[in-house]
């Protein structure tokens, strides 16, 4: 070693995570004062919040929108139990999270100690790596690994387990803990023969269609794709996760497909005869349930995780490759067919009459007498080109990702599956972004992290938060209206009312309660413009209809 001397682990650890370039840590604090003591001196801010789950969340936001890793803590027992409960979103999203977690101290294991619980095997499901500090002196290096693997190669959560009897016991500290983290990527070589397999298939093909997943926005090959499709003349779809990277403004787009999606562009790509899927999974959400698109159509797969290409579709031609590097080549060598610009005109038709529609529905509703999404989503976007938006799941990420336009990439993010989620996210997407965050969430989402306002507040963090009131339940209420014969159960999907503006004053931030298009367009202007945390609790019909394929059997929809 060029260098020795004694130090104690809390430092050692603190000192590991400077280096790596980590500015927060989000946590919520218990016990192991020996770490808060290091963080402080090594000048990490420690980002408090409510609950273990919304520091999670509040990691996982500034994870995706910086890039960088979100490291976020839970102490040992129960807090560790929350951290590997809300981790799951970060897997599904593939958002590098590193979870430091307090454990059993050793000398009191298998001995009935208070909060005791084997919390190594909770972090498996939810982990790409997962491990456990046997001794105090591996407890740096683990930190290291645990978060060079959240970066390197498909990005995910990873954990690490320390005693908490470890903290503050002195160890050797080591010369590297200085040194910064060195993250080596290297995509698979482009193979030519499967970039020339995808040519022929594509020149077959009579109605190609792109579909677009979110491996486009981890390569930031956006201006890849939009130049792939210019030259070729093939229209564009969207998953929920693809949203993102694809400019709606752009001449060839043609909507957002799948489970959650606009009723023209799932029509589109069920009569494409070969898709382009650029980094899609091709999972259930994506494909509305493995059915769009058709399984009778030729699917060339583009993604840097060759597992990715065993699903359900077995695409015919696998690209195993960064999705930039593989679109740039398809772009040099790409001719158009005989037959591709009537098709690609027929898909700009029918995307024209979806959007003709929908500004019928927004014009309709714009005098209603109860606001609705459409409304809200209506009048937000003429700030689209300003802010990051992001949405909670269910009905919150179907009305935005339907709805909302991508005026600039990398704009908008989503809760994968974790109701609630967007809250805490916002705060952490508010901390890695200069611009204004707008936060998207229903009354039921947003019941789980409420507390979390005074978080905002407490960080001087401006988010804006719309909360789509309707006292309900409603993705529930609708399924049991529309697909159980109208046997509602309101014990099951009721709230009381509540002003949630006036919860949010209560823990310090601005908040106003909006119930007209007049109201929502004055505090849209104002909380958009303001340096300060503010909810608008908009009170919505909670009939409104929302971009679902969930109730095609039974309705037809309209969008």
């Known amino acids: 070693m060029t260098e020795s001397s004694n130090t104690i682990l809390a430092e050692e650890l603190a000192r590991t995570l400077r280096a790596a370039e980590v500015e927060n840590f989000f946590m919520l604090t218990g016990g192991d004062q020996p770490m808060w003591i290091a963080l402080r001196d090594h000048g990490i801010r420690m980002v408090v919040g409510r609950s273990e789950a919304s520091s999670v969340y509040m990691a996982d936001g500034y994870a995706r929108a910086s890039r960088k890793i979100g490291v976020t803590y839970g102490q040992a027992g129960p807090g560790a139990a929350n951290v590997a409960a809300s981790l799951a979103d970060a897997l599904w999203a593939q958002s590098p999270v590193m979870a430091l977690t307090g454990a059993t101290a050793t000398n009191a294991v298998f001995a009935n100690e208070y909060q005791a619980l084997d919390q190594f095997s909770m972090f498996a499901a939810v982990t790409k790596w997962n491990g456990a500090a046997g001794t105090a002196q591996d407890a740096p290096r683990l930190l290291r690994h645990a978060m060079q693997m959240a ?37 698979p070589a482009l193979d030519e023969n499967a970039i020339d397999a995808a040519l022929a298939s594509l020149k077959k093909a009579t109605k190609p269609m792109i579909l677009v997943g979110e491996g486009v926005r981890f390569a930031d090959a956006g201006a890849s794709l939009a130049a792939f499709a210019e030259r070729a003349g093939i229209p564009i779809v969207v998953t929920m996760g693809g949203k993102p990277s694809v400019l709606s403004g752009h001449v060839n787009f043609c909507g957002v497909v799948g489970r959650y999606s606009s009723v023209e562009a799932n029509k589109l790509l069920a009569q494409a005869d070969c898709v382009l899927a650029v980094g899609s999974r091709l999972g259930g959400l994506a494909t509305n349930g493995y059915t769009n698109p058709s399984p009778k159509a030729t699917i060339i797969q583009i993604d840097t995780n060759a597992s990715a290409f065993a699903n359900p579709y077995w695409p015919a031609v696998r690209i195993h490759a960064d999705a930039g590097a593989a679109l740039d080549a398809l772009t040099q060598a790409i001719t158009p067919e005989p037959g591709w610009a009537e098709w690609l005109g027929v898909c700009r038709a029918m995307a024209k009459t979806w959007s003709e529609r929908l500004e019928a ?84 989402g947003v019941g789980y992290h409420l507390a979390d306002i005074e978080t905002a507040v407490r960080y001087k963090l ?39 503006a006036a919860a949010a004053r209560a823990l310090g931030a601005d908040g106003r309660r909006i119930e007209t298009r007049e109201q929502l367009i004055e505090a849209l202007a104002a909380g958009i413009a303001s340096d300060r945390p503010c909810v608008l609790d908009i009170v919505i019909d909670r009939e409104a209809f929302p971009p679902v394929t969930n109730f095609e059997a039974v309705l037809e929809r309209e969008l």
């Open 151 to 187: 970066l390197t190669g498909d990005q995910g959560p990873t954990h690490l387990d320390v005693p908490k009897d470890f903290f503050g016991r002195s160890i050797e500290r080591g010369s590297r803990g200085d040194d910064p983290l060195t993250i080596v990527e290297r995509a």
């Open 361 to 444: 529905r927004i014009e309709a509703d714009a005098v209603a007498p109860t606001l609705t999404p459409f409304t809200v989503l209506a009048e937000l976007r003429s700030y689209a080109s300003e802010i990051s938006l992001v949405a909670d799941t269910g009905y919150m990420a179907a009305w935005t990702g339907v709805v909302f336009p991508v005026d600039r990439y990398d704009g908008f993010f989503r809760a994968v599956g974790s109701l609630g989620w967007a809250l805490p996210a916002s705060l952490g997407v508010q901390m890695a972004r200069k611009e204004k965050v707008v936060c998207v969430i229903g009354d039921g």
């Open 462 to 500: 401006p988010v804006l938060v719309l909360v789509l009131n309707n006292s309900a339940l409603a993705f529930e209420y609708h399924e049991q209206k529309y697909r159980w014969n109208g046997n509602v159960v309101p014990e099951a999907n009721d709230f009381t009312e509540v002003d949630y």
